[in-house]
Every structure is written in C-alpha cells, then in structure tokens.
C-alpha cells in the first residue's frame, strides 16, 4: 500500500513578526496497517519552483531582511510495524503511540543507514512522555527505511519519516542585523527555516491559536536528538516538523531551542510585535511542553542528550544568559519555590521557579545529568554569576 507525505497544512504566506532588538494527541485507534512509501513531496505545497519566501507568490523580501535558503522538510507518515521505506533520505524518524508510557519492548531497525547494521536498536528511553503515550524522534542517518517494533502494551503507533536537510530549496526573508532579547542574541524562526505554513489547517486558521498568559514559572528539557549534532538548525525543523503535524501541536512545543554551540533558536510563534515568546503587553504565549500545565510556563530545550553527559559550556553559558533575561524581564526570584496555578483549569502545583520536566510529570527529562544541574543554574541566574 502507498502511503501519501503528510501535507494537511495550508501553504498560504505569513506575514512574519517586525525586527526586534535589532542593533496533542496520538490518533486514537488508528488501524496497524503495512506501510510502504515513495514519497518526494514536502510539508508544503509544490515544488519550490517559482514561489516565494515561505512558499510565497514571489513577493520581494520586507525592509531590513535578507533572502536566504532553505531545504523544504519532507515527510512521510506511516502506521504500525510493517516495513516502510522512502525514496528520499530519512534524517528523522518520529514515533508515537498511546497506552503504554515507557519505551520498553519497543525498537526500530534502519535500512540503508550511514553506519548502521541490520541489528534492532531500542527506542530510547531518555526522552519526554505525556500521561498517555509516548513522543520520540529519533535520528535514522540518511537511512533509506525502517521498521518498528511497538513498545510493550502499547496501541495505535504512527511513525513519520523526515527529510530536514536535503530537500528542494525555498527562500526565507531573514533579519539582516542580528536579533536579540533583552541583549541575548538569537536566531529568530525565519532565521532557522522555519516554515510557517506548518502552523495553518487547511483552511486556512491556525491550528493552535495563540494564546497569552502572564510569566510564572521556568521548565527546562533535553530534546534526547544525538549530541555533537552537525547540522542543530535542521535538527530543529524536525523538532518543528514532528510537533507540528505527528503531535498535531500546531507548531513547536518550546518556547526557545539551545544548540551545543550556544546558539538560542526562537520556538513558538508569538505574533508579529513584542518579544519573541511574549506579546506586546508581556504575557507569555502558551506553548507545548508540560501536558496540563503550559499557561504561564515558559519552557526551553537543550538539543541534545543529557543523561550522562551535562550541556557544553557555550550552551550552560546561553542557557544562563537567556534565563536571567526572562528573569530580570519579569522581575522573578529564580531561587524561589511557587506555588503554579494553572490559569485555564486552576490546577495547582508546588515547583522551583527554575524546573526541570521531570518536576511536573512522569519522565527522565531533562537528563540525569542536567537536573542535576538546575540548583548551580538557579544560583547563577541570581547572583549574575
């Protein structure tokens, strides 16, 4: 059976946010069916050919931006355990499922991979999990294709397999000058490739419109993607790409993405004006990361694993740098305990201003490692050390 790239998303152009600082739910009782897939297409419509930034009509690129390129993301969605296979080179594989929350039983086995054998790898624990499944991406090495093995008890498995890296070209309007936070510097999502038709139903509305709370509390994660990773950006248009549409999010459960380098990737769409992850009256735009308990809880994201390694030294410094920011900006106590209300449900959770995931939920985010290293980031955020 031939099974389509996953394209539901709307293509239509998206007027991107002014310069600033300038110098979910897996698809219930989905059928377990073969999966065999030719695909070539991407997440968004055409070919590339003869569009314009972020698949426009050809426009020319606003004031105060530079024209850069892109590889369109492709992908191609798949159910169950049967074999699958692509006729492009699978960069990540993302897999979900419902009813079992550990990893354990389950494993994938590549074909055709950079320096992989035929043997079956087990689905890596490390990662983040919601109260009903579990979410992971997974990188594949440019293998050809892939099979499953679900994880013990578990139901409903959907795959994705994702190109970030080498698919046809498409021109984005980035900011010419540097954009910063507050004095932090960072890569805005045109700046990383962002293609924000990803965000859109076919419709034409946004799939998660944005909302906005007040700032209350700080949660950090690893993204469990390999580390000493060489290309971070397309890793970050997986992690795009993968809680966008297989995660059916809307767009990117981070609020921000920090590479191994100390470069700070802007996360989730906040709207054109404001800075990025707020709107113009400072409230903080609610993302995807903490099930239950998003509104008002900022979360970042260290690409990498960091079970038994702790972050680089320019990724502690950025993640340091970026903290105090948001700290300073809304004139919080990192050192302090709270109480979270849930300003949605009034849910209420006792946590550090400064968490890690595993503080509000079942998972081993953000690493052994880094957790560990929460009370030195607390510290240093406060004294400015």
């Not at 549409?245 to 459960?253: A, E, L, M, V």
Request: net charge negative.
């Amino acid at each position: 059976m031939t099974v389509p790239p996953t394209s539901h998303r709307s293509s239509s152009r998206v007027t991107r946010r002014a310069l600033f600082g300038t110098a979910g739910a897996v698809a219930a009782g989905a059928a377990l069916t073969p999966a065999v897939i030719a695909a070539t297409g991407d997440s968004g419509d055409g070919d590339g050919s003869g569009r314009g930034p972020d698949g426009g009509s050809g426009d020319a690129a606003p004031a105060g931006t530079t024209p850069q390129s892109f590889p369109r993301t492709r992908s191609a969605a798949a159910t169950g355990e049967e074999a699958v296979r692509t006729d492009f080179p699978i960069g990540f594989v993302g897999v979900a499922w419902a009813g079992a929350r550990s990893a354990a039983g389950g494993g994938i086995r590549l074909t055709g991979a950079e320096d992989a054998g035929a043997d079956w790898q087990p689905l890596s624990g490390g990662g983040c999990s919601d109260s009903n499944g579990g979410r992971l991406l997974l990188a594949a090495r440019q293998a050809s294709g892939y099979e499953l093995k679900a994880p013990d008890g578990a139901t409903s498995l959907i795959s994705v397999a994702l190109d970030t890296s080498r698919g046809p070209r498409r021109e984005i309007p980035v900011p010419s000058d540097p954009t910063r936070v507050r004095g932090v510097e960072y890569l805005s999502r045109a700046a990383w490739g962002a293609d924000e038709s990803l965000r859109f139903l076919p419709d034409g509305t946004e799939n998660t419109p944005t909302e906005f709370y007040p700032f209350q509390t700080l949660t950090v994660h690893h993204t469990v993607t390999p580390n000493d990773d060489p290309d971070p950006a397309a890793t970050v248009r997986g992690i795009y790409e993968f809680h966008a549409i297989t995660n059916d999010w809307g767009d990117i459960g981070y609020h921000f993405l920090i590479d191994e380098a100390g470069r700070i990737y802007e996360g989730r769409y906040s709207g054109e004006g404001g800075l990025p992850a707020h709107d113009e009256d400072g409230n903080m735009v609610t993302a995807f990361h903490v099930g239950g308990f998003n509104s008002g809880n900022l979360g970042i994201a260290l690409l990498g694993d960091l079970t038994e390694q702790g972050p680089t030294e320019a990724a502690r410094e950025a993640l340091t740098k970026l903290v105090r920011a948001v700290f300073r900006l809304h004139g919080r106590d990192p050192l302090a305990d709270v109480t979270y209300v849930n300003p949605v449900n009034g849910t209420e959770v006792e946590v550090a201003e400064i968490s890690g995931h595993r503080d509000w939920l079942e998972t081993e985010c953000p690493g052994e490692v880094m957790y560990a290293e929460l009370a030195a980031l607390r510290e240093a955020v406060a004294t400015g050390g």
